[in-house]
């Protein structure tokens, strides 16, 4: 079934893109929670009315992704964790504990956008990718140290 998107989805497209999808995907999912319209030359007339309405706004958004982006680079965030033998930590540095650290230095982001692949489980620096906007990507860098 040929849908237009009415927002951008991850995996699928972007706004206003015209995508071939499952037609129970798009019945059932798409469809009733607003996120395309069946793929008729009305509904895409009516996409792009909205698409270039949202284009001002949107550009607004990665203005501001940029500047937290250009923050969070300027942030040094020092973890400090009990270690035991050849020091390894007891326990991890998850997003989470990322996250509650930069919300303490005045910049809230959602633990789901830190891009921690898995746990930071030993002593060390990293640079964690932060996924601001679609267009959008920060790094931190972590400093995970001992007690």
């Known amino acids: 079934m040929r849908v237009v998107l009415r927002e951008d989805i991850d995996k699928l ?9 499952a037609a ?3 019945r059932n999912f798409l469809l009733p929670k607003g ?3 069946t793929a008729t030359d009305g509904n895409m007339k009516r996409v792009e009315q909205e698409r270039r309405r949202y284009a001002v706004i949107e550009a607004k958004e990665k203005e501001d992704a940029a500047a937290v ?9 020092t973890i400090v964790r009990k270690v035991g033998e050849n020091d390894q930590l007891y326990g991890s540095v998850t997003a989470a504990d990322i996250g509650e650290y930069l ?11 830190i891009l921690l692949e898995e746990p930071i489980k030993a002593l060390g620096i990293y640079t964690i ?3 601001l906007h679609a267009d959008v990507q ?3 860098r972590v400093w995970v140290v001992k007690e």
């Open 13 to 21: 497209g972007r706004r206003g893109e015209v995508r071939e999808v």
């Open 24 to 26: 129970g995907y798009a």
């Open 35 to 37: 996120k395309a319209l």
């Open 69 to 77: 982006g250009r923050r969070i680079a300027g942030v040094s965030c």
């Open 103 to 113: 919300a303490k230095e005045g910049i809230e982001i959602d633990k789901r956008r």
């Open 129 to 131: 990718p932060v996924k």
């Open 138 to 140: 920060g790094e931190v």
